[in-house]
Every structure is written in structure tokens, then in C-alpha cells.
């Protein structure tokens, strides 16, 4: 599966933004996705997963205002961001694997292109 992250940008403290992420392929819904995000000078770390039975799960840092969902008919994954803060300034990763439920990064095979998110205060 080849993905297509999108939607990232510059946003106020407080603001919002949904990231998108495309996905090639007719087996859209064998797999398990996530969002990862790298912070400058910082490790990659896990943002919000999302299960082939539509189960989530998030990150403690970002629990209660973002979202994420897909859509297996347009093979798609999305991140709803809401009440954004400066430290959730980040390259946005989304990541696919074939498995269940995981929040390790050296489970996800098939990984998009970061998109930038900036949040000023």
C-alpha cells in the first residue's frame, strides 16, 4: 500500500486542522493504521491509532482533542486536530500495517510522507 499524507499548515494556538492520508490499494481495509509525529530534535512518537475493526486509541498527550478515522470505501485515514497547541508542532506521519492493534513504529511496513503542522502561540 502506498500512502499520501496531507493537510498540514500553520494554525494559532487553539485552532484545528484535519490531516488526511490517501491510500493506494483495494486491500484498504486489511489494515491497521496510526499516526506518528516527529517534533524537531526529537524521536518519532505515536499519535492516534486506528484498527481494522475501527477500534482507537491515542496518545495521552493528544487524548480528548484529536480524532482519528477512516474511510474504507475511499481508502482513507484522517486526523482531526482540535485545540492545538505549540507543542503539537510536528512532521505528521501516517503509517499502515497488516496487523492488529500496535503502537510501535517497527510494526508499520508502509509509511506516508511527513506533513508539517506549526502551531504559533
Known amino acids: 500500500v502506498q500512502l499520501q499524507a496531507s493537510g498540514g499548515g500553520l494554525v494559532q494556538a487553539g485552532g484545528a486542522l484535519r490531516l488526511s492520508c490517501a491510500a493506494s490499494?483495494?486491500?484498504?481495509?486489511?489494515?491497521?493504521m496510526a499516526w506518528f509525529r516527529q517534533a524537531p530534535g526529537k524521536e518519532r512518537e505515536f499519535v492516534a491509532h486506528?484498527?481494522?475493526?475501527?477500534?482507537?486509541f491515542y496518545a495521552d498527550s493528544v487524548k480528548g482533542r484529536f480524532t482519528i478515522s477512516r474511510d474504507n470505501a475511499n481508502t482513507a485515514v484522517y486526523l482531526q486536530m482540535n485545540s492545538l497547541k505549540t507543542e503539537d508542532t510536528a512532521d505528521y506521519y501516517c503509517?499502515?500495517?497488516?496487523?492488529?492493534?500496535?503502537?510501535?513504529?517497527?510494526?508499520?511496513?508502509?509509511w506516508g510522507q511527513g506533513t508539517l503542522v506549526t502551531v504559533s502561540s
Open positions: 490499494g483495494r486491500t484498504f481495509s486489511g489494515y491497521s
Open positions: 486506528i484498527t481494522r475493526n475501527n477500534a482507537k
Open positions: 503509517a499502515a500495517h497488516r496487523g492488529d492493534i500496535s503502537f510501535r513504529m517497527g510494526d508499520y511496513a508502509y
